[in-house]
């Protein structure tokens, strides 16, 4: 085991971060600090790790307040989620979608994290492919999306 921004996995617009990344049965492995387990190191969970380090070192969300990975339901279909932030009294602030750097960011992105976000009513959204950040917010009185520069700090909500 070692902490090493590993050098083969696609350069990111993110800070650098210290990764705990080990090789396993013949595959390499990344810690994810909330689900406090090594996961199967892919390039869609590369960009959800560094999500992760976003949000607790520049948005300052408590490693509690972040659920990653779970299952959830949507009219009837199982899905699964990327990244949500909580605040103190349990709602959602902030829902995250990560794609694989290859990925381009879409329409049908949006439309995804939209659906998955009738579920939660976050009140942020961030859409990202790792080389691609896109921030909006949702306006519930007039039932639009504003797009946002960037997010604020989390930890204040």
């Given at each position: ?6 050098s083969?996995?696609?350069k990111?617009a ?5 990764l705990l990344i ?14 406090k ?6 390039p ?10 976003f949000?607790i070192?520049?948005?300052k ?5 972040i659920?990653a ?6 009219a009837?279909?199982k899905k ?10 349990g ?9 694989a ?5 879409t ?5 995804q994290i939209?659906?998955y976000?009738?579920?939660f ?6 859409v990202t492919?790792?080389l691609e950040?896109?921030?909006c ?12 520069e ?8």
């Open positions: 085991m070692f902490f090493y921004q590993f083969s996995m696609q990111l993110f800070k650098a971060y210290s080990k090789n396993s049965e013949n595959k390499r492995h990344i810690l994810d600090p909330i689900r387990k090594f996961v199967v190191l892919t869609e969970e590369w960009v959800r790790q560094h999500v992760i380090q949000l070192h520049e948005k969300a408590p490693k509690s307040w659920n990975e779970k299952q959830f339901t949507l009837g279909l699964r989620f990327d990244v949500i932030v909580f605040s103190a009294n709602s959602a602030q902030l829902i995250v979608e990560c794609k750097p290859n990925v381009p960011i329409q049908e992105t949006f439309d939209a659906r976000n009738m579920n009513k976050a009140q942020y959204m961030m492919n790792g950040h896109f921030y917010s949702f306006d519930y009185t007039n039932q639009w999306y504003v797009f946002c960037e997010l604020p700090i989390l930890c204040s909500q």
